[in-house]
């Protein structure tokens, strides 16, 4: 912890990623919550290309998700729904829904917060949305 009791981050500033697991540029994925020496919940800037779909769905054990959609649109597939969002559209997923993310046409811009923050919370799964 620093000695101040607040602490500023530049989420552009933020490590992207997204090209460690092969990912860029199609997707941009900033995880702030240690930058921002949080403690309780979590942040991270996504940004997603024109179409890009993630090539997996997640979930977690106890940790809930709300997503900002800050600019262009998005679909998420939430089990078996898909929910169309456009920008400052916030939608909150509870812990156990799987979900999986696709830009929009002109790209999506999002905000994810995530509490309680959990270690080791989320479960992955491959290839999941398919049509």
Request: one cysteine or more; hydrophobic letters at 40%; glycine letters at 6%.
């Amino acid at each position: 912890m620093s000695d101040t009791p607040y602490t500023v981050v530049n989420l552009k500033e933020v490590e992207d990623l997204a090209p460690t697991v092969g990912l860029s540029p199609s997707l941009e994925a900033r995880f702030a919550r240690k930058p921002l020496e949080l403690e309780q919940s979590g942040l991270t800037y996504f940004r997603m290309a024109p179409g890009f779909r993630e090539p997996f769905a997640h979930r977690h054990g106890s940790q809930e998700e709300i997503y900002v959609v800050v600019s262009g649109s998005m679909r998420m597939k939430l089990e078996d729904e898909i929910v169309e969002l456009r920008a400052w559209d916030a939608i909150r997923i509870p812990p156990e829904t799987m979900r999986c993310r696709e830009a929009g046409p002109n790209g999506a811009e999002m905000i994810l917060i995530g509490a309680p923050q959990v270690e080791d919370d989320g479960e992955l799964l491959r290839d999941w949305w398919t049509d």
